[in-house]
């Protein structure tokens, strides 16, 4: 039994945007996913951070959550900025339900636990300083707050798809909201390619940061604890 972590699955089984297209690195990819999946088993939970489907509406995504499905462990889905698919929790288990899909949940505005741990989680945002992108962060960081506020004390593994810090930014509403509770570490996806150079991992600011975005781990989930 362990914990398992990765974000950027950007699968496209029906929507045809393969992401081999963006060269070398993503060669493959389904396949190299699907390997590393089948290597888990039903009592392993696995944590995906964004971005798990090019489908813009549920049934273009059906295929993707099929595919996911298929594999035991138990997973809890985030938002990420291109889930166009993503509509309400109501909508997304309804689906489920009716798909017979039984291995997908979403982490949003509530969190799931993990032995001691409670996971939680949300999409986050990058700050430009306009009206619109100031009311999507403070969206993200009251989402993000009933989040932590659900986990009811327990040690926290937050699970975010924008980095909330990287070289040249912080989100100080996000790692603010991130250092009122006993948060132990943030994973975190979204940087891809050359940007995944800015990076920022380890201890920082009294908490472990980790990407994982699936093209810089290999396709290989992150094992977070046992």
Known sequence: MALYAIGDLHLSLASNKSMEVFGEG???YVSRIDASLGALGPEDVLVLAGDTSWGMTLAEAEADFRFLDQFPCRKYLV???H???WT???KFCGFCAEKGLSTLSLLHNNCAFYGDYALC???GWFLEEDAHNRKVLNREVGRLEASLQAAGGREILCFLHY?????GYRCPEILAALAKYPVRACC???LHGPAIRRRLEGEREGMGFSLISADYL????KKICE
Not at 218 to 221: E, S, Y
């Open 163 to 167: 980095p909330p810090l990287y070289q």
């Open 88 to 90: 309400t929790a109501a």
């Open 121 to 123: 989680g949300t999409r």
């Open 79 to 81: 938002k990420g900025n």
């Open 218 to 221: 290999g396709f290989v989930p």
């Open 83 to 85: 889930d166009y698919w």
């Open 188 to 190: 975190y996806g979204h």
């Open 26 to 28: 993503w060669k493959d």
